[in-house]
């Protein structure tokens, strides 16, 4: 019997249940605007991506979830592709920055899927892993709930992205407020 997908379920309703995170942090982490494209792994709706529009000259939401993309595709300035965080279908080094935004978490394979997006970072990039800190009280409340609902939640503390990151050769440094964390990677 297949799994309950929650995203694809949620997806015609994800941006009115789910508001956008602190948009404090992130837009100053990925120092914009440049000339270059901007890769979401694991963007959903574009409800992140699409504040990035105009600042770019692509924004590419990547997911594997089709309704979710679908909403995606309703949002001007984004492209859509579905696929797997694990699996990439871009040629290397294509993108100057990557996002993942509140996605890290609900990866199958988390370790793969940054490696590919640190693989589609060019040279002189940013990667930015935007998350909700399992240290803070209110996340190991949401963790619980994402497991129960069998959401494949598996939230990891910064420091363990940014050991990862720091291991294929990144410049890394870790941003935090009460609730959520930044690991900000350079490639150089």
């Given at each position: 019997?297949?799994?309950?997908?929650?995203?694809?379920?949620?997806?015609?309703?994800?941006?009115?249940?789910?508001?956008?995170?602190?948009?404090?942090?992130?837009?100053?982490?990925?120092?914009?605007?440049?000339?270059?494209?901007?890769?979401?792994?694991?963007?959903?709706?574009?409800?992140?991506?699409?504040?990035?529009?105009?600042?770019?000259?692509?924004?590419?939401?990547?997911?594997?979830?089709?309704?979710?993309?679908?909403?995606?595709?309703?949002?001007?300035?984004?492209?859509?592709?579905?696929?797997l965080a694990e699996?990439?279908?871009?040629?290397?080094?294509?993108?100057?920055?990557?996002?993942?935004?509140?996605?890290?978490?609900?990866?199958?394979?988390?370790?793969?899927?940054?490696?590919?997006?640190?693989?589609?970072?060019?040279?002189?990039?940013?990667?930015?892993?935007?998350?909700?800190?399992?240290?803070?009280?209110?996340?190991?409340?949401?963790?619980?709930?994402?497991?129960?609902?069998?959401?494949?939640?598996?939230?990891?503390?910064?420091?363990?992205?940014?050991?990862?990151?720091?291991?294929?050769?990144?410049?890394?440094?870790?941003?935090?407020?009460?609730?959520?964390?930044?690991?900000?990677?350079?490639?150089?």
């Amino acid at each position: 019997m297949p799994k309950f997908d929650h995203f694809n379920f949620l997806a015609p309703l994800y941006d009115l249940i789910f508001v956008p995170p602190s948009r404090k942090q992130l837009p100053s982490a990925m120092e914009l605007p440049i000339e270059g494209r901007l890769l979401d792994v694991g963007g959903g709706t574009g409800r992140v991506a699409q504040g990035f529009v105009g600042q770019v000259d692509q924004v590419v939401v990547a997911d594997s979830s089709p309704r979710m993309l679908a909403q995606s595709r309703n949002k001007p300035g984004l492209q859509a592709v579905e696929c797997l965080a694990e699996r990439l279908p871009f040629p290397e080094g294509c993108f100057q920055r990557v996002i993942l935004v509140d996605s890290y978490h609900h990866l199958a394979d988390q370790e793969q899927s940054l490696k590919e997006a640190w693989r589609m970072l060019d040279r002189g990039g940013v990667l930015v892993v935007e998350e909700p800190d399992i240290e803070s009280f209110s996340t190991k409340i949401m963790a619980i709930g994402e497991r129960l609902a069998r959401m494949r939640s598996h939230p990891v503390p910064a420091d363990e992205v940014g050991e990862l990151l720091e291991s294929m050769g990144g410049e890394v440094r870790l941003l935090k407020d009460s609730r959520t964390y930044w690991v900000i990677a350079r490639k150089d």
